[in-house]
């Protein structure tokens, strides 16, 4: 059985922007939103799904809890129903990242999304 099937909710490599030219022109050329906890750039693309990309910096935390918020962003950003349409989303972490509640997060997404 291959892994996507065993685990259909599964964040694969597909969903994640990886290069560093993808993420560098996702931050320069796409749309900025600035919340108090995190910074968001949106980006259309050319495949057919939504890509997300994560930086999080020493300044949210320790290793666990930069983990820790990592999981909780990618979460968030797999369950928002607008996941159809094709965008590279670029997320930066700040200090206060570490406080959001999964909700908050989801809201983020939510409005975010809706604009684009």
Do not use: C
Not at 12 to 24: F, G, H, M, N, S
Not at 60 to 69: E, I, P, W
Request: hydrophobic share 40%.
């Amino acid at each position: 059985m291959h892994p996507v099937e065993a685990h259909p909710h599964r964040f694969t490599r597909e969903d994640r922007l990886r290069q560093k030219a993808l993420i560098q022109r996702t931050i320069q050329q796409g749309r900025k939103k600035v919340f108090p906890e995190l910074i968001m750039y949106t980006l259309p693309n050319t495949v057919s799904h939504p890509r997300l990309g994560l930086a999080v910096s020493r300044k949210v935390g320790n290793a666990v809890m930069r983990n820790r918020v990592k999981r909780r962003l990618r979460e968030a950003f797999r369950l928002q129903e607008q996941r159809s349409t094709a965008l590279d989303v670029m997320v930066v972490a700040r200090n206060g990242a570490k406080k959001l509640s999964m909700a908050a997060m989801g809201a983020y997404f939510r409005q975010l999304l809706r604009k684009t």
